[in-house]
């Protein structure tokens, strides 16, 4: 059934209005299906919380009353879904094959129909790419003799092709090559079609010998071979076409020239002879974007906006983000619209209804259907699943890996966990822009993302079409609707009650101010199947004791929420994966946990405390008893506090399969039993390390089998030395030496790492100078020294630090001068400063002693802490640069 509704949902031929209803009914009798097979699985197991013989006897007496009752109502759902099947077998005779005999998932380009082509924008509907257009241009005329590979990529509706087109049809351009051609490469390559496209362009009026026996490729690489030419192969969609297509060019040395237009990253950075041969056609700037709209929506006036559309037409630009062809959509869309402010605001607050398929903005839907559906299933639906969250919600990483897991959308593989599956999707969504990045960590990696909010529109009408996702109280719901994944935005007031609750299988509460206990206690008993609850940030006091009695539940998330108590009760949450408890007021979590949730891969429950500095005592972790180590799936758990407790440290060997590991007070006498653990963890990617006090020392043996994929080491206590082993870490990327207090500085072992990217440096050192060698920390970006008592002089010596991008100096009350070798770091972009000493301040300022140190750094901050807020200097804006 699933593969039936795959392969005819968006159906484009003459049966569409009737596949669209046998989908729908397709869709809802597999509903059915899930349904009953959960209600068996909840109603057929037995639990073995029991060790005593009378209390067994007494659960399983009680479960009998409670579950045989239901079983055997299971069996007429059975007969009623069968009986649903035949009826629609005998009303739609063609769906006899489609529903007996499954065909296999195909590849995603062979299920890629053909779809309407936007119509490329005009030249002057191209602004803003000024620069890059003259770059691209001295490119294909810089007179190498060789074949170059230019790429140009970017999302659907950014112009990529307009871009292209404007450069191109100049006959500066062509006129310097014996031939030329353009190319729409369809999603579905069909090669042989398009290599005779290529040569009847190529040719011209001209005639040539098809008829020497030879294939066309074969007949376009003779036809080619000591010709200059340039083609351009517009909106490329995958590697393997690329692979094919090139084939048909032969390797020239006469400066020929192939240019590419893509929507994916991956398939620019394969195509370009080299990165700088890449060119990204990204989303313009907010004066370029308003400047099109006004030469769009006024054209009689010159582009001129008259006064009383000028706020709703900003609103407007605004929710189009800065994509072209949005933007030249809607602007030629209220053109032909009466010029009042009240007719503007009407057309604001229906721009989502207006960009469907079928509506007047279907340009904007057009752009973007060809990419959603070259997409794998699974792919479409990672995509899909960002409709969940509202306009402008930037989403975590690791929140949307999670819950892609439980929702199945990823499975692991002999090679790969089910995370390392759902992280390719993740990447494959950006790398094919149709995810944008909001920002990214210190290592270049994406730490969260956002869909656009017309791409986020477009989503949404496609949940509706395929009963995805329902926004609540947004979108108006049937009764008898069967609604899967419900999101709750702001007010939840009304949703208790609703017979479709019972179905929903993730739930998601996103944006509330209040919530009524109430309501919510009513909500929850109407649930039965759920998967996915995420409360995160939700206005929740106490734990909801009805969230246990959901048995299937795989992902549980209260981050941020008030909630300082876990029940036992939760022992019965068999299945649960994740459990998400960071930042919320739980400080002990109860045995239950420890004995009963085996499957449990992520348990996350600790809390920061931040006020004007990060202190010590900032982390909280919780406190558990004995029995950590029977939850053997274990990928990433933090923070744990220890205390006195040393066999939680023995057990933690079991955990073979742990990513990340955060404990906190550790004592002396530990550190014995942890090394003997971290030495079973060879998957380890985050190592966090808390003492006890600030006072303890933090024990670290010696390491036989060395966590050697570690990326992210957290050391937080004193330290006589560091251990020898650290500088083997090979794939180190960030390091945090806090409050370690040694008598000898810890450069000297950190220095070669290779890969090092991100150093914290807090009173880990009580000596007075810090040098960096030279030829030290070749790769590291962002640097940061603070509280360090005695520390007077930093040298930095020439060839330290070269790719260094980020530098931050805070509470050095006796660093009096600039650290020494600072000017000859080149790439640095930022400098901050907080509570340095005002002698240090008053160096920097203009005309002072250091003021030409730091004349090449675009941004230096100075914070001063006052008794009630902070004080803020940019002494950047002292010299200009």
């Not at 959509?329 to 009240?342: F, M, Y």
Request: net charge positive; with cysteine.
């Amino acid at each position: 059934m699933k593969v039936f509704i795959e392969e005819h949902s968006g159906n484009d031929d003459d049966r569409r209005l009737l596949l669209d209803q046998v989908v729908d009914q397709v869709r809802d009798i597999a509903y059915d299906i899930e349904d009953v097979l959960e209600e068996f699985i909840i109603h057929s197991q037995s639990y073995k919380f029991h060790n005593h013989r009378i209390s067994r006897k007494l659960h399983s007496f009680s479960h009998n009353l409670y579950h045989v009752f239901p079983l055997r109502g299971i069996s007429e759902k059975i007969a009623r879904i069968k009986m649903s099947i035949d009826d629609m077998g005998s009303q739609h005779a063609f769906l006899s094959t489609g529903l007996s005999s499954p065909r296999p998932s195909s590849s995603s380009t062979n299920r890629v129909r053909p779809h309407p082509v936007s119509p490329p924008l005009l030249d002057d509907e191209i602004v803003g790419y000024e620069k890059e257009k003259e770059t691209f241009t001295h490119q294909l005329l810089d007179g190498q003799k060789r074949l170059v590979t230019l790429a140009v990529v970017g999302p659907g509706g950014s112009g990529k092709t307009a871009f292209v087109n404007n450069v191109f049809k100049k006959q500066v351009i062509t006129g310097r090559f014996d031939c030329h051609a353009w190319v729409h490469v369809s999603p579905h390559l069909k090669a042989e079609e398009l290599f005779i496209d290529l040569l009847n362009q190529f040719c011209g009026s001209r005639k040539y010998p098809f008829d020497d026996g030879t294939n066309t490729q074969t007949k376009l690489l003779k036809y080619l071979t000591r010709k200059r030419f340039i083609v351009v192969l517009d909106d490329i969609w995958n590697q393997n076409d690329w692979d094919v297509i090139k084939e048909g060019f032969p390797n020239s040395s006469r400066s020929s020239r192939i240019i590419v237009t893509t929507r994916s990253s991956d398939v620019a950075s394969v195509c370009a002879s080299s990165s700088t041969h890449v060119h990204i056609v990204n989303c313009l700037g907010w004066l370029h974007a308003l400047t099109l709209f006004y030469r769009k929506a006024f054209q009689d006036i010159d582009g001129q906006c008259p006064p009383e559309l000028k706020g709703c037409s900003e609103r407007i630009v605004k929710r189009c983000e800065g994509l072209p062809l949005a933007i030249v959509a809607v602007g030629s869309a209220l053109a032909h619209k009466p010029r009042l402010p009240n007719e503007w605001e009407k057309f604001h607050n229906s721009l989502g209804c207006e960009i469907t398929e079928d509506s007047n903005l279907s340009v904007i839907s057009n752009a973007l259907l060809p990419g959603y559906m070259d997409l794998s299933t699974n792919l479409k639906s990672c995509f899909l699943y960002f409709s969940i969250f509202p306009e402008d919600y930037s989403v975590d990483r690791g929140r949307l890996i999670r819950l892609w897991v439980a929702e199945q959308f990823a499975v692991g593989t002999d090679c790969l966990t089910a995370e390392e599956v759902a992280e390719d999707y993740f990447d494959e969504l950006i790398q094919r822009n149709l995810v944008h990045v909001s920002n990214y960590d210190f290592d270049g990696k994406p730490r969260n993302c956002r869909v656009l909010n017309l791409v986020l529109t477009f989503i949404t009408n496609k949940c509706k079409y395929e009963n995805f996702a329902s926004i609540f109280p947004r979108e108006s719901t049937s009764q008898n609707q069967k609604i899967r994944r419900l999101s709750v935005h702001s007010d939840c007031t009304g949703l208790s009650g609703k017979s479709f609750l019972s179905g929903v299988r993730s739930m998601f509460l996103l944006r509330l101010l209040k919530i009524s206990p109430t309501d919510f206690k009513k909500i929850l008993c109407e649930l039965k199947l759920a998967r996915v609850l995420d409360f995160q940030g939700a206005p929740i006091t106490k734990f909801p004791k009805d969230v246990t009695r959901l048995t299937l539940l795989r992902h549980l998330n209260f981050r941020g929420t008030k909630i300082n108590m876990i029940p036992t009760s939760i022992k019965k949450l068999s299945y649960l994966e994740t459990l998400d408890l960071k930042q919320t007021d739980v400080k002990e979590l109860p045995k239950e946990i420890l004995l009963h949730l085996h499957n449990l891969r992520h348990l996350f429950a600790y809390k920061y405390n931040v006020a004007n500095y990060v202190v010590f005592d900032s982390v909280h972790g919780v406190t558990i008893s004995e029995g950590i180590g029977n939850l053997t799936n274990l990928q990433k758990l933090s923070m744990i506090k220890v205390g006195e407790k040393v066999r939680i440290l023995q057990e933690l060997k079991n955990l073979s399969k742990l990513r990340k590991l955060g404990l906190t007070g550790l004592e002396k006498g530990h550190g014995k039993e942890l090394s003997a653990s971290v030495e079973q963890m060879p998957h380890l990617r985050t190592l966090n390390l808390c003492s006890h006090t600030k006072e303890d020392f933090l024990e670290l043996g010696e390491l036989r089998n060395r966590p050697l994929k570690l990326e992210r080491l957290y050391l937080k206590g004193r330290l006589e030395q560091l251990p020898t082993w650290i500088s083997s870490l090979n794939n180190l990327l960030k390091i945090g030496l806090k409050w370690s207090k040694m008598s000898n500085s810890p450069l000297q072992a950190l220095q070669r790492l290779p890969n090092l990217m991100e150093l914290q440096l807090v009173d880990c050192f009580i000596g007075g100078e810090l040098v960096f060698e030279a030829s030290s920390f070749k790769n590291l970006k962002i640097l940061l020294i603070e509280d360090f008592a005695e520390l007077h002089t930093v040298v930095i010596q020439n060839g330290a630090m070269p790719d260094v991008k980020q530098i931050s100096l805070r509470r050095c009350p006796r660093v009096m001068i600039f650290p020494l070798g600072m000017n000859n770091l080149a790439k640095v972009e930022e400098l901050t400063l907080y509570d340095m000493a005002p002698e240090f301040i008053a160096r920097l300022r203009k005309k002072g002693e250091d003021c030409a140190m730091v004349t090449h750094i675009p941004v230096i901050h100075s914070f001063t802490l006052k008794p009630q807020s902070w004080s803020f200097e940019n002494l950047s804006d002292s010299f200009s640069h």
